[in-house]
């Protein structure tokens, strides 16, 4: 098709071309000729070319046919978490090769208990991780969250707890330098217990036994902060039936500060109720003092007297003077004390008919006996108005007293 169109203005990049009918189109003046100014007149020819339209539809087509075969039929796995193993404070967990397909790694994330515990570096294809610090006999949930260019994938969540004290399957020992008997006893000694032995440092490897740090097992377990121990700390824990403490066998560690115990095999037998009894029964009976008879005051419990507690020397009561048949006032005898300043009577080992015991100068404290008045032919009562002790010149004769 063929259009004459008259040229209004030129400009640098664009020139404005008028129709028959006052329209105006604007035109890359880059493809008019060179000699076009306003006013001048070009022809067009508008044509399809329908050969260069098939050949791009067709290279569209393969586009999006790699496109849908690249990125559209594969995507990434979900991770898939597993347990390698476990101890009283800490777990090693795998996971299987991740598969991206086409996506790209954005991060890899572990979480404890629903909480994000760490990001776990995929730069050199780690594909395990120790956690430490549990606690003993608990349960926790793991789970991996993988976010990719193609979006989240998570994994299942696994349920490990970790063991009790006296569950030794989870020891994981890598034997280095040790002679050739020492080798075969700590291989026994770990069958026996249940743990595991391994001929290579890796990341579930709990213990290092050796007795010469040196070698190369060595500085991989020290890079890998291993505790590095004797073998007698199998032999402790064999011992114990649980597991012990690794600072007193340390290669330079003292002996003296390895803390043993009564093992499994080293308990005493417990005895029956009726059997303890019988000897908390017997036990009493030797610490008793044994008292004489007859040596007992009526009415008074006999306790047994202790090795600590010294004798406490008792002091007899005044006991009141015979009255005089003298009826005078100033002759009269005093009354026993009151009841409440009179000593109360002690059960002590003196008076359950052991000896007597003296005074640090040798002289010999008598029983706390209450006397009974000699002169009978007076009555006496308790009734009778006490009376404040006289003087020796209130209780003085008149002869005596007199000039």
Same mark, same amino acid.
């Given at each position: ?24 189109? +604007? ?55 597993? /347990? ?43 594909? *395990? ?54 080798? #075969? ?5 770990? #069958? !026996? ?15 290092? @036994? /050796? ?9 991989? *377990?020290? +890079?890998?902060?291993?505790?590095? @121990?004797?073998? #007698?700390?199998?032999?402790? /824990?064999?011992? +114990?039936?649980?597991?012990? =403490? ?17 093992? @499994? ?14 000897? !908390?029964? %017997?036990?009493?009976?030797? !610490? ?5 008879? =007859? ?24 006991? &009141?003077?015979? !009255? ?5 006032? %100033?002759?009269?005898? &005093?009354?026993? &004390? ?6 109360? &009577?002690?059960?002590?080992? +003196? #008076? ?13 404290? *008598? ?26 010149? %209130? ?9």
């Amino acid at each position: 098709m063929l259009i004459s169109l008259t040229v209004g203005k030129v400009d640098a990049g664009v020139a404005v071309l008028l129709t028959e009918d006052k329209r105006l189109i +604007e035109f890359p003046s880059i493809l008019l000729p060179p000699s076009i100014t306003s006013g001048s007149i070009v022809d067009i020819t508008v044509s399809r070319n329908l050969s260069s339209e098939s050949t791009s539809q067709k290279s569209f087509s393969q586009l999006q046919s790699a496109i849908l075969t690249t990125y559209g039929l594969a995507s990434p796995s979900s991770p898939v978490l597993s /347990c390698r193993n476990a101890t009283q404070t800490s777990v090693v967990l795998e996971w299987d090769k991740i598969d991206l397909a086409t996506a790209d790694l954005r991060s890899l994330s572990l979480y404890r208990n629903g909480a994000k515990a760490g990001v776990i570096p995929q730069d050199k294809g780690i594909q *395990a991780t120790k956690v430490s610090g549990l606690a003993v006999d608990t349960e926790y949930v793991f789970h991996l969250v993988l976010r990719t260019s193609a979006g989240q994938y998570s994994s299942e969540k696994l349920a490990v707890r970790t063991h009790k004290m006296t569950d030794l399957s989870g020891i994981t020992v890598t034997p280095g330098v040790l002679p050739a008997p020492l080798r #075969e006893s700590l291989s026994g000694a770990v #069958e !026996r217990i249940g743990a595991k032995i391994t001929e290579t440092v890796r990341i579930d490897t709990t213990h290092f @036994v /050796c007795t010469e740090g040196r070698g190369r097992e060595w500085e991989k *377990a020290v +890079e890998m902060n291993t505790p590095v @121990v004797r073998p #007698e700390w199998v032999e402790g /824990c064999e011992r +114990e039936g649980r597991i012990v =403490g690794v600072r007193g066998y340390y290669l330079n560690a003292d002996p003296k500060l390895r803390q043993v115990g009564q093992g @499994v095999g080293m308990q005493q037998p417990q005895h029956s109720p009726r059997q303890q009894q019988r000897d !908390r029964t %017997d036990g009493q009976a030797q !610490r008793t003092v044994p008292v004489q008879q =007859g040596q007992n005051s009526p009415g008074q419990r006999q306790e047994p007297r202790t090795p600590t507690q010294a004798p406490t020397p008792n002091i007899p009561p005044p006991s &009141p003077s015979p !009255r005089p048949s003298s009826t005078s006032s %100033d002759s009269r005898p &005093p009354p026993p &004390p009151p009841a409440k300043d009179a000593p109360q &009577p002690q059960a002590s080992a +003196e #008076e359950e008919g052991e000896e007597e015991l003296g005074e640090p100068d040798g002289t010999a404290v *008598a029983s706390p006996t209450k006397e009974v008045p000699n002169d009978l032919s007076v009555p006496w009562s308790r009734d009778e108005k006490a009376e404040e002790p006289k003087t020796p010149g %209130d209780s003085a004769s008149f002869s005596e007293v007199q000039l």
